[in-house]
């Protein structure tokens, strides 16, 4: 039997037209279109491959501020963290001196967290050229930090070292200026004392009740099961339906009974917290009646008087207008280069009584004694403003805070008038044409060098606890003046010059 064929011949092609003269669809125009423009753009691949430098600090560039860190290794001193290293342990460590520049590198970045230095160790060539290729994770660079604590402190002591030996050879103007740091702690962690004793009460009711409905939970049980039995073997009536379901909720009320210890277990330990944070307020007032020459005994905290749960060595302080976890930096910094020369944190939220210390400070690190010193009405103490001018200075205070939009009174004239107070006699004198040029330098030094280390460096504490916040602020410190020192462009002694 024959098939005939179905299949129809090709039909010929009505016209030939070339590839390139083809109009395009109407979505490929579309889409071009997106990217057709009447100016021309640069060619842009970015998977095609490219031949790097060899080296990544020719990629930054020798005025980068990494490679600065990595020049400046050989002028600074860092004996005081190397010698913590005596023992072998186990694999190498890092190299100190690099975890010492990696740190004061992502600090001048605004970098404090030691997870994001970790990714940044990976991802960004400053870090990578400053570690080596090297990349410790956030435990190690945590781990460093907080052990090498008093060490940045000597650190901060060497930047003016290094400053007074590349040009810093005499302090003419000394501003002093103190600013609330935000502590890391939350103010909602934190308790008066007025209400300690309460809360402790309520929490010494709240474990009783859990303990009693555990116990009754618990006597329950012993007498479905008897005494020492758990109830959650599997005993033969398990396989029964029945039984099954009143055995599955005996169990449920036996993990209600373990729930309500653990529940019971975390109160105590918020009340040992609690208890521990009045205790210390008590032994803080019968220290302070003491020094007075009260009965200490007799002491009892002001009840209004608070301890924060998460860092207690931290203080709720008034800043722009509310009220936040804070400890209290003060600073002094050099009119004219605006380099740091003494710094210190605190816990009281007043800045009287510190000029003394902050001078002598200065005088221990740089071995100079300022001519002049300017600082705001918050400074302003008689017995503190004496001791300073004892040694030299003269000092320039405000009095009391002006209006925003208040015109300035006329400067007076004349020799001041007798029987003037310690005040008058200070307001009188900031109000000369002299003081006023002297106080001016207040507000071009220190406010914009605490902006810079507040904005620039350390937005807030990482670490917790006053020492270990001390140690912080010291790092801070030092990385604001190398910054200072890198952006006047000042040389860089050479070692072999400095043991000359």
Not at 244 to 265: C, G, M, P, T, Y
């Given at each position: 039997?024959?098939?005939?064929?179905?299949?129809?011949?090709e039909q010929a092609a009505l016209l030939e037209v070339a590839a390139s003269e083809k109009p395009e669809r109407e979505e490929q125009?579309?889409?071009?279109?997106?990217?057709?423009?009447?100016?021309?753009?640069?060619?842009?691949?970015?998977?095609?491959?490219?031949?790097?430098?060899?080296?990544?600090?020719?990629?930054?560039?020798?005025?980068?501020?990494?490679?600065?860190?990595?020049?400046?290794?050989?002028?600074?001193?860092?004996?005081?963290?190397?010698?913590?290293?005596?023992?072998?342990?186990?694999?190498?460590?890092?190299?100190?001196?690099?975890?010492?520049?990696?740190?004061?590198?992502?600090?001048?970045?605004?970098?404090?967290?030691?997870?994001?230095?970790?990714?940044?160790?990976?991802?960004?060539?400053?870090?990578?050229?400053?570690?080596?290729?090297?990349?410790?994770?956030?435990?190690?660079?945590?781990?460093?930090?907080?052990?090498?604590?008093?060490?940045?402190?000597?650190?901060?002591?060497?930047?003016?070292?290094?400053?007074?030996?590349?040009?810093?050879?005499?302090?003419?103007?000394?501003?002093?200026?103190?600013?609330?740091?935000?502590?890391?702690?939350?103010?909602?962690?934190?308790?008066?004392?007025?209400?300690?004793?309460?809360?402790?009460?309520?929490?010494?009711?709240?474990?009783?009740?859990?303990?009693?409905?555990?116990?009754?939970?618990?006597?329950?049980?012993?007498?479905?099961?008897?005494?020492?039995?758990?109830?959650?073997?599997?005993?033969?009536?398990?396989?029964?339906?029945?039984?099954?379901?009143?055995?599955?909720?005996?169990?449920?009320?036996?993990?209600?009974?373990?729930?309500?210890?653990?529940?019971?277990?975390?109160?105590?330990?918020?009340?040992?917290?609690?208890?521990?944070?009045?205790?210390?307020?008590?032994?803080?007032?019968?220290?302070?009646?003491?020094?007075?020459?009260?009965?200490?005994?007799?002491?009892?905290?002001?009840?209004?008087?608070?301890?924060?749960?998460?860092?207690?060595?931290?203080?709720?302080?008034?800043?722009?207008?509310?009220?936040?976890?804070?400890?209290?930096?003060?600073?002094?910094?050099?009119?004219?280069?605006?380099?740091?020369?003494?710094?210190?944190?605190?816990?009281?939220?007043?800045?009287?009584?510190?000029?003394?210390?902050?001078?002598?400070?200065?005088e221990a690190n740089t071995g100079l004694v300022p001519k002049e010193l300017s600082a705001d009405t918050g400074y302003l103490c008689?017995?503190?403003?004496?001791?300073?001018?004892?040694?030299?200075?003269?000092?320039?205070?405000?009095?009391?805070?002006?209006?925003?939009?208040?015109?300035?009174?006329?400067?007076?004239?004349?020799?001041?008038?007798?029987g003037l107070s310690f005040k008058e006699r200070m307001k009188r004198k900031v109000l000369t044409k002299r003081g006023r040029k002297?106080?001016?330098?207040?507000?071009?030094?220190?406010?914009?060098?605490?902006?810079?280390?507040?904005?620039?460096?350390?937005?807030?504490?990482?670490?917790?606890?006053?020492?270990?916040?001390?140690?912080?602020?010291?790092?801070?410190?030092?990385?604001?003046?190398?910054?200072?020192?890198?952006?006047?462009?000042?040389?860089?002694?050479?070692?072999?010059?400095?043991?000359?």
């Amino acid at each position: 039997m024959s098939t005939t064929s179905t299949k129809k011949p090709e039909q010929a092609a009505l016209l030939e037209v070339a590839a390139s003269e083809k109009p395009e669809r109407e979505e490929q125009a579309k889409s071009s279109a997106r990217y057709t423009s009447p100016r021309p753009f640069r060619e842009w691949t970015p998977e095609q491959g490219q031949l790097l430098p060899q080296y990544e600090r020719e990629v930054l560039g020798e005025g980068h501020l990494a490679c600065f860190f990595v020049e400046v290794r050989k002028a600074l001193d860092f004996s005081p963290i190397l010698k913590a290293y005596t023992q072998e342990r186990g694999q190498p460590p890092y190299h100190p001196v690099m975890m010492t520049l990696l740190l004061m590198y992502a600090y001048a970045r605004g970098i404090t967290s030691s997870r994001e230095i970790e990714r940044r160790c990976e991802t960004d060539i400053a870090f990578r050229y400053l570690t080596g290729g090297e990349r410790p994770d956030h435990d190690t660079v945590c781990t460093f930090r907080v052990r090498h604590l008093e060490a940045f402190r000597a650190l901060f002591v060497d930047t003016l070292r290094l400053a007074r030996s590349s040009g810093l050879k005499k302090l003419g103007h000394l501003a002093v200026d103190g600013s609330k740091w935000k502590a890391n702690a939350s103010k909602h962690k934190a308790m008066s004392y007025e209400r300690m004793e309460e809360a402790m009460k309520k929490l010494d009711e709240q474990i009783d009740r859990l303990l009693e409905e555990a116990a009754a939970l618990d006597a329950e049980e012993d007498k479905h099961y008897g005494k020492g039995q758990r109830g959650d073997e599997l005993p033969e009536e398990m396989k029964d339906p029945k039984k099954r379901a009143e055995r599955l909720r005996e169990a449920a009320r036996q993990l209600e009974a373990e729930k309500k210890l653990e529940l019971a277990v975390e109160k105590e330990k918020r009340r040992e917290k609690i208890g521990k944070s009045k205790e210390d307020l008590e032994k803080e007032a019968r220290e302070k009646a003491e020094a007075k020459g009260d009965d200490p005994e007799k002491a009892r905290p002001s009840p209004r008087a608070q301890r924060n749960f998460t860092d207690p060595d931290s203080r709720i302080m008034p800043r722009a207008g509310a009220f936040q976890q804070s400890y209290n930096a003060q600073v002094a910094a050099d009119a004219d280069t605006q380099l740091i020369v003494a710094q210190q944190v605190g816990q009281s939220a007043s800045d009287a009584r510190q000029l003394t210390p902050m001078v002598e400070q200065v005088e221990a690190n740089t071995g100079l004694v300022p001519k002049e010193l300017s600082a705001d009405t918050g400074y302003l103490c008689k017995e503190d403003v004496e001791k300073v001018e004892d040694k030299g200075v003269e000092c320039f205070i405000a009095t009391g805070r002006s209006k925003h939009g208040e015109e300035a009174p006329p400067a007076p004239r004349g020799r001041p008038p007798a029987g003037l107070s310690f005040k008058e006699r200070m307001k009188r004198k900031v109000l000369t044409k002299r003081g006023r040029k002297a106080y001016a330098r207040r507000k071009v030094t220190a406010e914009p060098v605490i902006g810079q280390v507040k904005n620039g460096i350390l937005p807030r504490f990482s670490l917790r606890g006053l020492t270990k916040v001390q140690g912080e602020f010291s790092l801070a410190c030092a990385v604001h003046n190398l910054k200072k020192l890198w952006k006047l462009g000042w040389e860089l002694p050479s070692l072999a010059a400095q043991a000359a």
